[in-house]
């Protein structure tokens, strides 16, 4: 984002440098050379003649009559002025053709700042702050969970709560936050990870690459898929794995709590995943999670959660998840009650005068 801002502010100066500099360089040189020219011509031809504005000699047959042999001196450094005028006039030309190109590319440049908002949030993270917070917007198009019965697309509301979410805990001090994904596509995109899992497995890798502190899956939920449903509100499912346990329902209940007092939404509190011995165990022999969202980030040594926000089939939620504004409010919570957990504060923002 400072990037982008920073092309904003100095592309008015630049273009502005550039016009200023092509009027004072032609401006200035032509006039120099022509007042010269004119003068010599002035001191030489009599009153019937005159001087036109590029600097050339005009005389009618009586003066060139009268002047005789100062006639061809004359008519030299009239031919000299005319000459420098063309140079001068070719120098301007070519000045306002190096102006245009400036121009161009600085239209160029204007048109690369106007991004579309995702990338521009991709390019904007940098790992400035000593807190860093992975924020996973579930699903993908590998695993689409689009439900025209319920008029929602699960994978597009995850990832607008997602960008608010990452906006949000952008204005808060001591904190770089990043998303696993900015559009529909798997972000397994270069094939590093193979099998069902490999877009899970690769949100994880990604949070290991940032070596972030939390890695935070951002969910909605659903039980019949009918419209209808009686289960409603927000849960948080954490792992059974005893070294991250505590910490992660801590952070669960902060995001419930901030959550239901931004929108209508019930709270169905801190679940524990279900396990699986078939995936093994942890290093202390604890049974692996069932979500590998919740495993794999074990795995690689960092707490994680999955943050089921509302149930797309249950009527007061489904109406909730269709509203932006709302889908913004949640994003906005979830920030907030990340910044509540370790403790950090709104950065001061410029006084406006």
Sequence with gaps: MRKSTFSKMILPVFLTGCISVTAVGCGQSTESDLSSNTSDAKSIVSSTQSIDDAGNLESTENTYSELGSNNDDLESKTDKSGDKSDKTESQTDESIISCTETESQSDELASQTDESENQVIKKSEENSGDIVVVLDPGHDDKDDRENPELGVNEQILNL???????KRLSEYEGITPYLTRYDEVCPNTDGMFTGESECIHRRAYIA???NADFFISLHCN???GELGAEANGI?????????????CERLGNMIIDHVTSAVDLGSMGVILSEQNEDKGYYDDGTV?????LLSYNIDYGRPSVIVEHAF???INDNAILKDDEKLKLIGQADADAIAEYYG???KLKPYSY
């Design 160 to 166: 607008k709560i997602g960008i608010a979410c990452y």
């Design 208 to 210: 290991e690459e940032k």
């Design 222 to 224: 659903a039980s019949t």
């Design 235 to 247: 849960s948080v499912y954490v792992t059974n794995y005893p070294k991250y346990r505590d910490e």
């Design 288 to 292: 692996k999670d069932k979500y590998y």
């Design 312 to 314: 797309m089939d249950n």
């Design 344 to 346: 950090l504060k709104l």
